[in-house]
């Protein structure tokens, strides 16, 4: 099988193991061949504990880059899209996924705006809706539930998301694009944490989960996405993405929380990249 050639689009958090700097070795060792185009260059992640932090909009450098990709003719198999910083970087989105993905190319598109109801700080209505349109352009869709939320316009139900509660965001997102999604942080009941999803060709909606852990994870997110990408990228299944995905998580959560390694930096994930390149290879009927 030729190895595909992923362009990953997001930030990297120069101290911490959330975006860029987890969805290249995850990626790369589900043997994708990675490209990067960073979004922004932040200190640290902007999340709660960290004040004063650095962050240098790289809007300017990004035509620079993709003019020079146009000359070498360069195009890629697939694209992971996570944190967009700016309204003109979404609407941006459209024409690097027309002008530099090949005929069967992947768009994976993490809408990263906000989460546990509420957007995060400096995002507005307007990305909202620049979002909203950029979805158009994904195959899969991987929104927390806020985000699902926020892209179709509903209230943000209270935890625990019963299938009663998500399926109806579920629905309204797949009649609004028509694509399949994976709904990340979905809370089955006080001990069970995962995702749930449906495909656009089968409008049934399946649901994964694993152990709920105590405290507040920073990049579980991203781990999620890039997880879920890596394995599509291989042709594999989305019910089969997203079991090795939940599974995932919860097994480097566990070992965060064993080791008692700080969570504010993000958690420990390199120690079981081997279960992922073993997932890889396994044979499955799905």
Not at 113 to 120: A, S
Not at 122 to 132: D, K, L, N, P
Request: include cysteine; aromatic fraction near 8%.
């Amino acid at each position: 099988m030729k190895q595909p050639r992923i362009l990953v689009i997001q930030d990297i958090s120069a101290s911490c193991r959330i975006s860029m700097n987890v969805a290249v070795p995850i990626l790369s060792c589900l043997e994708n061949w990675v490209s990067i185009l960073p979004t922004a260059l932040l200190s640290t992640h902007t999340g709660k504990g960290f004040e004063e932090y650095t962050f240098l909009d790289l809007s300017t450098e990004i035509p620079a880059i993709l003019n020079h990709w146009r000359s070498l003719g360069i195009k890629f198999d697939g694209i992971v899209i996570g944190y967009l910083g700016s309204v003109e970087q979404i609407k941006l989105m459209e024409s690097i996924i027309t002008q530099f993905t090949t005929e069967e190319a992947l768009i994976v598109l993490d809408p990263v705006m906000g989460d546990h109801g509420k957007l995060y700080p400096g995002y507005t209505s307007e990305h909202v809706e620049a979002m909203r349109e950029l979805c158009q352009f994904a195959d899969v869709l991987i929104p927390n539930v806020t985000e699902a939320c926020l892209l179709t316009e509903t209230s943000y139900p209270e935890k625990p998301h019963t299938k009663e509660k998500v399926e109806p965001i579920i629905r309204k997102l797949t009649n609004k694009n028509k694509k399949s999604i994976v709904l990340s942080g979905v809370s089955g009941n006080e001990k069970q944490v995962g995702a749930a999803f449906v495909t656009k060709e089968i409008s049934i909606v399946h649901y994964t989960f694993s152990e709920v852990y105590p405290g507040h994870f920073d990049g579980v997110g991203d781990l999620f996405t890039s997880v879920v990408a890596g394995f599509l990228f291989q042709e594999h299944s989305l019910k089969r993405a997203n079991e090795v995905a939940v599974n995932y998580i919860s097994r480097v959560v566990k070992r965060t929380i064993e080791e008692q390694i700080d969570p504010l930096y993000g958690i420990a994930f390199e120690k079981d990249l081997m279960y992922l390149m073993k997932e890889l290879k396994k044979e499955t009927s799905y």
